[in-house]
């Protein structure tokens, strides 16, 4: 019979109980560690293969600590791996070793669990395998694991345990911690692409009084001492905007949006963008930004222009196609391209595929649907989507020959959205219009229109010079140089329902 995980955890309690009758400290303040595991890898692994007879002559001492992730017996020897962020080392533990150093210490290595964390100290050398390991002298024990760790093998599999307990995820699963330290790597890269192009890092508020710069439901709370609602972000932007009104040339901000919208592979509610605002430039001057932040985290983070996803090699080398939305929709669809010009058409061609409330959108709404129904998840390789409608953008310069239609691109890889960008909208009489256009569509019931911001358009009012910006979904960006597909892969602790827990018995009576 397989014992049970109270079983388990009464067992360790007890192994806990002997080594604090060791007069061992179970929970120590601090750890003995002169390297961690990773430089002593890159030192004597990867820049320059140490030899067993070079390590042997050198006698290297050093202090590690690390999880205990695998342990086997041999007579009076004891070989274990040691695992510190997603790196591992092996400590070879004989008793004559320990006993030279303190008779308890062979006795305290009994005790010791996997999922315990200890730290070792003793000389380098490599075993006659040639694995790298540490010749244990002495033990220091840190903390107990009270319940074991899923089997080795396989690691943590089901989805929603992962999810939930990301810290086993980290700890078994090794493609997991690789993926979310490519995550951090990425964002250094583009935080050093950014301030190479002049760009200078900023911060603006999480909470706003009104939640602007994006077509979206936020999340709302309230300030006690001000008794006045608050919403969560759901975009930067119209601070950022009243940046460059202040003075600053070229701003970015790396940082939280919050959109009360549904779970799926490809949204989160709270997800990361990197948002950056450049006085004096326009759409164009966006897609060369855009396309020097996909290239270096291709090349800087996963080595290689070309990267598989989902099937498909992407191919991230410079620059990228560019097509407007109309020759999209043509191109994918099937659709004569003089049709997508005709008002009258679009209502027809829509009820052909089915369009909800036809009679309700407008000719340019009706439009964004035929796209995202023809052409967006043909989109494999990285595309600028240019030339959008004016009801899906209202913040955006309208263009000089093309009324109704604004300057704005979309960049889609492996059928997802990863980059919107404008040339922003400076005139305060028309974006004021702009507003006011959507409180209508507000009221006509679609409550994800954009609510009218006077102070906004005030700074505006001040002047704002001609200005290009861009957004990029970070969580999506890691998505697709990592290969995950699903975006609760690559954010550490995801949304999800909040689980239920219950004080055992045993912890009840110990309390």
């Known amino acids: 019979m397989q014992p049970q995980p109270n079983q388990y955890r009464d067992a360790r309690l007890h192994k806990l109980k002997k080594i604090k009758e060791l007069g061992i400290d179970a929970w120590p303040a601090k750890a003995e560690r002169t390297y961690s595991i990773s430089d002593i890898v890159t030192e004597y692994c990867n820049i320059v293969q140490w030899s ?30 040691l695992s510190e962020n997603g790196q591992k080392l092996q400590a070879f533990f004989r008793k004559n070793d320990l006993d030279d150093n303190d008779p308890k210490t062979w006795e305290l290595l009994k005790l010791i669990d996997l999922g315990d964390f200890i730290s070792v100290t003793g000389t380098l050398m490599r075993t006659k395998t040639g694995e790298l390991s540490v010749r244990v002298g002495s033990i220091q024990f840190l903390s107990k694991a009270l319940l074991p760790l899923p089997e080795k093998w396989h690691g943590l599999q089901d989805k929603e345990q992962r999810y939930r307990q990301r810290y086993l ?25 950014m301030e190479s192009m002049g760009y ?29 609602d608050l919403y969560m972000r759901i975009a930067p932007e119209l601070y ?28 989160n509610p709270e997800f990361t963008m990197l948002e950056c605002y450049s006085a004096g430039q326009d759409l164009r001057d966006m897609m060369e930004v855009t396309e020097r932040v996909f290239h270096a985290s291709a090349t800087q983070v996963m080595c290689s222009e070309k990267l598989e996803f ?28 003089s049709l997508l010009d005709n008002p009258d058409e679009i209502p027809k061609l829509a009820m052909k595929i089915n369009i909800q409330d036809i009679d309700k959108k407008t000719t340019g709404r009706l439009l964004g649907d035929l796209f995202e129904h023809h052409a967006e998840k043909q989109l494999i390789q990285p595309t600028f989507v240019t030339d959008y409608p004016i009801e899906l953008s209202p913040l955006t310069k309208e263009l000089p020959d093309q009324p109704g239609f604004v300057d704005r691109f979309e960049l889609f890889v492996a059928g997802m959205e990863l980059a919107n960008a404008y040339s922003e909208l400076n005139d305060p009489i028309v974006q004021l219009q702009r507003f006011q256009d959507q409180l209508m569509e507000r009221e006509a019931g679609n409550d994800e229109a954009m609510l009218l911001d006077m102070d906004f358009v005030l700074s505006l009012e001040h ?15 890691v998505m697709l140089m990592t290969g995950n597909q699903s975006i609760r892969d690559v954010i550490l602790f995801p949304l999800m329902r909040p689980q239920v827990y219950q004080i055992s018995q045993t912890d009840q009576a110990n309390a």
């Open 463 to 477: 002047g704002f010079p001609p200005c290009g910006g861009l957004g990029i979904g970070i969580d999506r960006l």
């Open 169 to 193: 995820d980290l700890a078994t699963n090794p493609d997991v911690m690789d993926t979310f330290q490519k995550r951090s790597h990425l964002l250094a890269i583009i935080r050093r692409a």
């Open 310 to 337: 989902a099937g498909n090699e992407i191919n991230y080398s410079i620059p990228f196609r560019r097509m407007t939305l109309k020759d999209a929709i043509s191109k994918y669809g099937g659709i004569e391209r």
């Open 240 to 267: 950022l905007k009243r940046l460059i009104v202040g003075g600053f040339d070229k701003v970015f901000e790396i940082n939280r949006n919050f959109r009360n919208e549904g779970l799926s592979q490809r949204h």
């Open 52 to 81: 067993a007879e070079q390590l042997e002559l050198n006698k290297i001492t050093v202090s590690v600590m690390g999880r205990l992730i695998s342990l086997r017996e041999m007579g009076k020897s004891v070989f274990g791996h």
């Open 200 to 228: 200078l890092e900023v911060e603006t508020p999480m909470m706003q009084p009104i939640p602007g710069g994006a077509t979206a439901r936020p999340f709302i709370t309230h300030h006690n001492a001000l008794d006045i």
